[in-house]
């Protein structure tokens, strides 16, 4: 049976959850798209439901519901509508080794995306967010994700203390040079590209360090990001 009232049960929450505190109070956030589907579904991780447009090649084997394409495309968050939506359960837990990446004030959502992204990629086992930092299951951070927000840890944190192994501080200009590889369990620790880190909590890290430039004042906080796992990592991969 095709869904063809806008008053849907689904839809409606669909709805709401593009609004930060319904992500909050529920526990849950929407993805849209087959290939953020086939990405949690690598991850092992299923959906608590998904609504595809109506005739889609799919739905009867993957036990999806139809909803008439212009119900669809009215709560779609992308600028063509997708044509498949998903609801899922987030995932918080603890920040865990042995190479983590903290958040502190990072509040764009595409930055955390793309932070989430290159954890995944150069093997973090987990992105932890401090206070300031943008939703990292916005839609905007979920699909600058591309996926990884399945494949990766999140975890919140207010302090020092709540980050496994040894807090390294990413200072523009500040400290020594970042030389990987890094040994042992350790959390690379970035701050919003106005404001950086607070000095109390400077205080706490264990290193403080920068990527060393060969011009420029800083980089993109997802771009030092970035680099610095691929630093911190680089002769593992190699």
Not at 79 to 99: K, N, T, W, Y
Request: charged share 15%.
């Amino acid at each position: 049976m095709t869904i063809t009232s806008p008053t849907n049960q689904h839809l409606r929450e669909i709805r709401k959850l593009a609004r930060a505190p319904a992500r909050r109070s529920s526990r849950r956030f929407v993805v849209e798209g087959e290939d953020l589907l086939a990405a949690a579904a690598a991850a092992g991780i299923s959906p608590l439901y998904v609504l595809c447009v109506q005739g889609h090649e799919s739905a009867r084997d993957a036990g999806w519901l139809e909803v008439a394409p212009a119900l669809l495309a009215k709560v779609s968050a992308l600028g063509s509508s997708a044509r498949v939506i998903g609801v899922f359960e987030q995932r918080f837990g603890l920040a865990s080794g042995p190479l983590a990446v903290a958040l502190w004030g990072v509040g764009d959502p595409g930055n955390v995306g793309t932070i989430i992204r290159s954890a995944h990629a150069f093997g973090a086992s987990a992105v932890a967010l401090g206070p300031g930092s943008a939703d990292p299951y916005g839609p905007k951070a979920v699909r600058a994700s591309m996926g990884a927000i399945f494949a990766v840890e999140i975890a919140g944190f207010t302090g020092i203390a709540e980050l496994p192994g040894r807090v390294i501080a990413l200072v523009p200009g500040a400290g020594a040079p970042l030389a990987g590889p890094i040994e042992g369990t350790a959390t690379l620790l970035l701050g919003g590209e106005r404001e950086g880190l607070p000095a109390e909590l400077l205080a706490g890290c264990h290193e403080v360090v920068h990527i060393a430039q060969a011009a420029g004042d800083s980089l993109n906080v997802a771009m030092a990001a970035t680099v610095a796992l691929y630093e911190a990592t680089r002769m593992a991969a190699a």
